[in-house]
């Protein structure tokens, strides 16, 4: 099912008949992925419908940017082996507002099952973000889950100067020239990914984001990593 030029979808008017688990989406972009520069709220659906996402850049214009809005209890599932990006490094400002409940989280994970496989960590790339297309103070996420994410590819790896590898992870933050500040992460999960759970590219010598997403007062858990929790704070 895809939907094209709708801005705010709703489980009152989508329903979905009797079809395989596995095919029960609602495409939010093309084949191809695409690129976002308008205003987008996704409602949660009606139980066992989860959104598409396919190589999807949110980046709207620096003088009047979007936002991606996502209510509580709404599920992404992110192609195999793809990412979501906000920004591209340009000049262009796009913002994303998760926000859940304890109670009805939102939920990022691979479309693996549509695939005819099992998740596993890896299965998609992760979110990565450049802090400079964003506006720290309203991109945040809160009472999210993030599962088998941190898969490799050629525009989800980050450098990072201490310790010298390509790496991905569930939240990727990707070189910050200014020092911007990062979104706000909390009361989120981050689960079962390859990695890290949230990579700062460091590579300019100093730290991107003043954030230690590890600290309690943020209240995220971190479970089944292959990694640490996150990638150091600055350069070695």
Not at 20 to 43: C, Q, R
Not at 83 to 109: C, H, M, Q, Y
Not at 154 to 182: F, S, T, V, W
């Amino acid at each position: 099912m895809r939907p094209y030029g709708l801005k705010t979808l709703t489980a009152k008017t989508i329903t979905v008949g009797k079809i395989p688990e596995a095919l029960k989406y609602v495409y939010v972009d093309y084949a191809s992925g695409a690129y976002i520069d308008f205003n987008v709220t996704m409602h949660k659906l009606a139980p066992g419908l989860a959104f598409h996402m396919f190589e999807t850049t949110f980046g709207g214009n620096a003088s009047s940017p979007n936002t991606w809005t996502i209510d509580p209890g709404v599920i992404v599932a992110v192609h195999e082996q793809s990412e979501i990006r906000l920004g591209k490094g340009g000049s262009e400002v796009s913002n994303l507002a998760a926000v859940g409940t304890a109670a009805d989280p939102i939920i990022f994970t691979t479309d693996a099952a549509n695939h005819g496989k099992t998740p596993e960590p890896g299965s998609w790339n992760g979110i990565l973000i450049f802090p400079d297309n964003i506006q720290g103070e309203k991109t945040k996420f809160d009472y999210v889950k993030f599962e088998y994410a941190g898969g490799m590819s050629p525009q989800g790896k980050i450098y990072h100067c201490a310790d010298r590898e390509d790496q991905a992870a569930a939240i990727m933050l990707k070189g910050a020239p200014n020092n911007k500040k990062g979104p706000s992460i909390t009361n989120s999960t981050f689960a079962n990914s390859q990695g890290q759970a949230i990579r700062i590219d460091n590579n300019l010598g100093t730290p991107v984001v003043p954030n230690d997403y590890t600290k309690a007062e943020y209240k995220n858990k971190f479970i089944g990593f292959t990694g640490s929790p996150q990638s150091p704070a600055a350069c070695e």
